[in-house]
C-alpha cells in the first residue's frame, strides 16, 4: 500500500475520531437541559458552519440551487427531514445509552439500512444478487452486536442504583437511562438516520450541477450537504423548542456560569463538521477505493473512539466484567458487519 494511501486513510481516521468526539463534550453542560446543548450543537453542525464552508468553497452555489433538479432538491428536503427525527431520537439515546453504545446502535443500523433500502427502491432486481447477500449477511450480524451490546448495557443497568435511573434525557444522569427505553430509541434513531444516504442518493443532482459549474468535488459534495443539513435541523428547532416551553428551559442559554456551554456546543458543531468534511476529503481522495476502503474505517473509527471515550469518561465505570466482555463482542460484530456492507456495496458497484 502506497504511502499516498496511507496518508489518505489517516485523514478519514481522524475524521472518524473527530465525529465519534463530538458528542462527548454535551455531558459536560449539566447546567444546562439536554434540549439547550442539542439544539446548539446541531445548529451550530448543521446550520451556521455550513453556511460560512459553502460560502467559502462553493461562492455561485445559489445558482447550483436555482439550476437543479427540483425534484432533486424536494428528495434532499424530504431525507433530509427524516434524517433529522433520527438524530433527535439519537440525541436522546446518546444521553439515555452513553456515548460509546448510543452510538454503536445507531451507526450499525446506520450502515446496514442506509445500504439495503437504496437497494430495495433503486435495484429491486438486485435483491437475490451476491451484493444483496453481502449485506443480508452484514445485517445479521449486525444484528447479533446490538443483542451483545443490549445484554452488556442491562448488565451495567443491573449495577446501578435504582434511583440513578431515569426515563429520559438527562445530562445529570448522562448514560444512565433505562436500558429498554434508550435501546428503542437509539434503534428507531439508526433507521430513520439511514434516509441520508437516500438523501444523497436521490439528491445527487445537485452535485452534479454543481460540478457543471465549475465547483470542485468537495465543493461539490457540500453544496448538496446544505439543504440536507438545513433541512435536518428543523426536526431538532421544533421538538427543542416544544422542551424550552415545556421545561422552562429557555433562560438557561443565560444562566451564570454557562459561558463554556455555549462554547461546548460549538465545540461539538466544530468536530462534527469537520469530521464530514474531512471524511469528504479523504473518500474523494481515495477513489474507487473510498467506498470500499473509506467507508469501513471512517465508522468502524466512530465507533472505536465513541467506545474509548466512553470507558475513559466513567460510562462503564462499577460494571461487571461480563459487561465489557458483551460490551467488546458486540462491538465487533459491528464493526465487521460495517465492513461487509462496504465489501458488499463494493460488489455492487
Known sequence: MSLAILFRIGIIIIAGIMMGCS?????????????????????????????????????????????????????????????????????????????????????????????????????????????????????????????????????????????????????????KGNVRIGLVVSIAAGILSSMLNLAFVFGDNVRLTALRFGASAPGAVNTLWLPILIAGFLPTLFYCSYLFVKNQSWSAFWRPGTGSHWLIGALMGFLYLGGLSLYGLGSVKLGEMGAVLGFPVFMSTIVVTGNVAGWVTGEWRGSPRSAYAFVLGGNLLLIASIVIVAIGNRMGG
Not at 446543548?37 to 451556521?48: A, C, E
Not at 434532499?76 to 439515546?93: E, K, P, Q, R
Not at 451484493?131 to 442491562?154: D, E, H, K
Open 23 to 175: 458528542i462527548v463534550p454535551m455531558r459536560y453542560a449539566k447546567k444546562w437541559k439536554w434540549e439547550n446543548i442539542w439544539v446548539l450543537y446541531i445548529g451550530f453542525g448543521q446550520v451556521i458552519f455550513p453556511l460560512a464552508l459553502v460560502a467559502l468553497t462553493v461562492p455561485n452555489a445559489w445558482k447550483v440551487f436555482a439550476s437543479a433538479k427540483g425534484s432533486a432538491l424536494t428528495y434532499a428536503i424530504v431525507f433530509g427531514l427524516g434524517w433529522g427525527v433520527g438524530n433527535v431520537l439519537a440525541g436522546i439515546g446518546y444521553a439515555m445509552l452513553g456515548v460509546g453504545l448510543g452510538l454503536s446502535v445507531v451507526l450499525g443500523l446506520t450502515a446496514s439500512t442506509g445500504s439495503l433500502v437504496p437497494l430495495a427502491v433503486m435495484f429491486p432486481e438486485r435483491l437475490m444478487s451476491s451484493s444483496a447477500m453481502a449485506l443480508y449477511v452484514a445485517v445479521a450480524i449486525m444484528l447479533g452486536g446490538l443483542i451483545l451490546s443490549s445484554q452488556a448495557a442491562r448488565l451495567r443497568q443491573a449495577h446501578q442504583a435504582k434511583d440513578e435511573i431515569t426515563s429520559g434525557a438527562d445530562l445529570q444522569a448522562f448514560g
